[in-house]
């Protein structure tokens, strides 16, 4: 098969998945009383009279995987406004969403219960503003609960408080905390607009100071052990968004690309997948380093993501074990291996990213317009 063969057959193959997907997710559709067209269960095996607040995730991770995919192509003015108002019925007041039904004593990430709701306030309030911006880009996001890290002492305080020894996690934190600035840097008043620039320079700075010149990344230094320096990756791919939203030459990048370069392409978690596969994405489009290699380790992992596809069109995570949504340790759980909306999205971003690369232009990707998992950087000739 010469090459051109084997590119038309990759790309076949990515539409007939693709196909599946769409199908897939249209049968996710909650019949709960009341609830509007794209409302999701997380799974098949998920019950919604039993785990209502869990079609919160189940869908916003599926209404950004069918932006991205062209799923919401013909939808009506009318029906993307009726999600939207149905997915801020979980925004509190100040701009917060919550998963209903997670409560103290189920949920940790950090020893500290304030730093734990932080940190899931964050991360559901980021997807959830991601959700309702792929339905509704013109709809103003209420960013009340952000404001205080306006003030630089308190964001200095908190930036100082960020435990390096967990990079993952902190990864997502900054991230999440970032993307509510770039918010309020682009589309707030005035006086927030300044103090959100303000904010966003104390974040870069508080970056370059600690980043490893060796690796790129936050978290590791040069001879970490290579879990450690797995999870470094994964939270700093996750910093770097804030790099490529603001247009800013992100330090050691030849590095971190040099580190993903040497992972075996092949398929681990839904998280890291598309951990490294952004990364070399963004490497390939910004810097003139090791395109070529960079090509051939995209072009080698593709096959193993599609073949990862289940059955019914939708992709897990992994294949064994015990899957509960983040943040949530006691409380909703589902055997690993079955069709998710989140693994379904997660893959879909990596498999979309390598497709944009090797192919620009063959197909219109909807990439997440906030920074965060999802997002890419416009290509750069």
Not at 37 to 50: E, L
Not at 89 to 115: C, S
Not at 224 to 252: I, K
Not at 292 to 314: H, M, T
Request: charged share 25%; with cysteine.
């Amino acid at each position: 098969m010469t090459a051109m063969q084997q590119d038309l057959a990759l790309w076949a193959a990515i539409e007939a998945a693709r196909e599946r997907s769409l199908r897939w997710l249209g049968a996710m559709e909650s019949a709960v009383a009341g609830a509007p067209r794209g409302a999701m269960r997380i799974s098949a095996a998920h019950d919604p009279a039993r785990w209502p607040g869990m079609l919160l995730p189940g869908t916003y991770n599926g209404i950004m995987c069918l932006d991205l995919l062209g799923g919401l192509d013909g939808w009506s003015a009318g029906e993307r406004r009726a999600l939207a108002d149905w997915l801020e019925r979980a925004r509190r007041e100040d701009g917060v969403f919550r998963i209903a039904g997670m409560a103290d004593g189920q949920v940790f990430k950090k020893p500290d219960p304030v730093e734990t709701w932080s940190y899931i306030d964050f991360h559901v309030t980021n997807y959830s503003l991601g959700a309702v911006q792929a339905l509704c880009p013109e709809r103003p996001a209420v960013l009340d609960f952000a404001r205080p890290w306006l003030d630089p002492l308190r964001l200095e305080a908190w930036l100082a408080r960020r435990d390096l020894r967990d990079p993952w996690q902190e990864g997502n934190n900054i991230v999440n905390l970032g993307s509510f600035l770039l918010l309020l840097a682009r589309c707030g008043a005035e006086s927030d607009r300044r103090a959100a620039a303000h904010a966003l320079d104390l974040v870069f700075a508080w970056h370059d100071r600690l980043q490893e010149p060796t690796t790129g990344f936050w978290g590791v230094g040069q001879h970490g052990d290579p879990v450690q320096a797995l999870h470094a990756m994964a939270g700093s791919m996750h910093n770097f968004h804030l790099w490529y939203a603001t247009g800013r030459a992100l330090p050691f990048q030849d590095k971190a690309a040099d580190y993903a370069l040497s992972r075996p392409p092949t398929v681990d978690s839904a998280c890291i997948d598309v951990d490294l596969v952004d990364l070399l994405v963004h490497a390939h489009g910004m810097i003139d380093h090791r395109r070529g290699e960079i090509r051939d380790w995209l072009r080698a992992l593709l096959p193993p993501l599609l073949a990862f596809q289940n059955d019914d069109g939708g992709f897990p995570d992994v294949r064994v074990g015990v899957r509960r949504q983040d943040g949530w340790v006691r409380g909703y759980e589902e055997p690993q291996g079955l069709s998710n909306t989140f693994a379904t999205w997660f893959r879909w971003i990596a498999i979309a990213m390598i497709a944009d690369c090797l192919w620009p232009g063959r197909r219109r990707w909807r990439f997440r317009r906030m920074v965060g998992i999802g997002y890419r950087r416009e290509a750069v000739p």
